[in-house]
């Protein structure tokens, strides 16, 4: 099946620890995307990438880093530095390249914080 | 200005309704526009895109566009209980594909 996965579905972190959470496509999208979500709010755009190698900060990169070293693969590491990490964290992915294209969510990891 | 805007809700309707929800956009240039649907605790889960002015039909779900007005809009028919979910309007911006998200309407449909 052809899909978004993330893992884990739920994280717990301590203060002061940097958590990573993981995102894999195999549905051969060049662009992936990470949001986040705070209840009563909308997505807000966290970091982007539209190639292999590259990637750009989104509305609210601060306190989050990522990489993006494979196609398949675009892990977000929450740091220390990110005061309020507590949200759903929505990882996306799109083909690319036309105002048309559209972008599918994975299922979401739940952050809380210890 | 928030750049989409939408009603927070909630919006209910009776079973078998019309349920209407309304989204506006500030950059005048943006040129698709997409419905995604979000139950509680789940991911957003695309309904409908859109990328021309006038009505676009999906079964029992229609969007309207109206660029001049910078108004998106979705319309359900015969409106079921699993209908009941939050609502988010999403615009593409021009020049990117970035997503400007709403935040989104609830809706909620009675037996």
């Known amino acids: 099946d052809g899909g978004i996965t993330q893992s884990p579905k739920y994280l717990f972190r301590k203060e002061g620890q940097n958590v990573t959470l993981s995102c894999e496509q195999n549905?051969?999208?060049?662009?992936m995307y990470w949001y986040r979500q705070d209840p009563g709010q909308g997505l807000r755009l966290i970091y982007y990438s539209q190639i292999v190698n590259d990637f750009q900060k989104g509305d609210i990169a601060e306190g989050y880093s990522v990489s993006r070293e494979k196609k398949e693969s675009f892990p977000l590491t929450v740091t220390s530095a990110q005061k309020n990490p507590t949200a759903f964290y929505l990882c996306a992915s799109s083909m690319g390249g036309t105002f048309q294209e559209t972008q599918y969510f994975g299922p979401g990891t739940r952050l809380l914080v210890l | 200005q928030k750049e989409v805007e939408q009603n927070s809700g909630p919006l209910s309707v009776p079973e078998g309704a019309i349920a209407s929800l309304n989204c506006t956009y500030s950059?005048?240039?943006?040129?698709?526009f997409f419905w995604y649907r979000q139950y509680s605790g789940k991911s957003p889960e695309l309904i409908m895109s859109?990328?021309?002015?006038g009505d676009k039909e999906d079964g029992r779900f229609t969007a309207q566009l109206n660029k001049a007005s910078q108004y998106v809009s979705l319309l359900i028919r015969d409106s079921q209980p699993s209908d009941s979910a939050t609502y988010l309007c999403?615009?593409?911006?021009?020049?990117?594909?970035?997503?400007?998200f709403g935040t989104g309407t609830r809706l909620l449909v009675s037996p």
């Open positions: 859109i990328y021309s002015n």
């Open positions: 999403a615009v593409r911006n021009t020049g990117f594909q970035k997503l400007v």
């Open positions: 950059d005048r240039g943006s040129q698709s």
């Open positions: 549905l051969n999208h060049d662009a």
